[in-house]
Nanobody, 121 residues
Framework: VQLQASGGGLVQAGVSLRLSCAGFGRSFGSDAMSWFRRAPGKEREFVAAINWSGGLTYYADSVKGRFTISRDNAKNTVFLQMNSLKPEDTAVYFC???????????????WGQGTLVTVSS
C-alpha cells in the first residue's frame, strides 16, 4: 500500500502547478486525504485536507484562496491545484491518507514520498 505524489518542479512566482497523489494497493475512497509540506530548515506543516466525499475541505491560512484540494475517488487520486505561487511555497509536498475523520493534524496513517516544488522569484 502506498501513495505516490507527483507534479512538482521548478517554476517562477505567479504561475500555477498541480500536484497529484495516486494511491496503490487499496482503495482510499473512504479515507480523508491531505497535503503537508516541509520547507528547507522548517518543520512539516499542514497545507490542505479533504474528507472522503470531497464535501469538506480545510486550508492553511497561508494558502487559502490560492490552493485547491480535490479528489477523484474513481482514480484513487487526490490533487492540489496551486495558483499564484510564491517563493515561500517552496517545499517538499507530501500527501497523506487516514481512515476516519479528516484532520489538519499530521495524524495520518499513510504518507507519500514527497514531491519538490521550487518557486523562484
Amino acid at each position: 500500500v502506498q501513495l505516490q505524489a507527483s507534479g512538482g518542479g521548478l517554476v517562477q512566482a505567479g504561475v500555477s502547478l498541480r500536484l497529484s497523489c495516486a494511491g496503490f494497493g487499496r482503495s482510499f475512497g473512504s479515507d480523508a486525504m491531505s497535503w503537508f509540506r516541509r520547507a528547507p530548515g522548517k518543520e512539516r506543516e499542514f497545507v490542505a485536507a479533504i474528507n472522503w466525499s470531497g464535501g469538506l475541505t480545510y486550508y492553511a491560512d497561508s494558502v487559502k484562496g490560492r490552493f485547491t484540494i480535490s479528489r477523484d475517488n474513481a482514480k484513487n487520486t487526490v490533487f492540489l491545484q496551486m495558483n499564484s505561487l510564491k517563493p515561500e511555497d517552496t517545499a517538499v509536498y507530501f500527501c497523506a491518507a487516514k481512515r476516519g475523520q479528516v484532520t489538519t493534524y499530521d495524524r495520518y496513517d499513510y504518507w507519500g514520498q514527497g514531491t519538490l516544488v521550487t518557486v523562484s522569484s
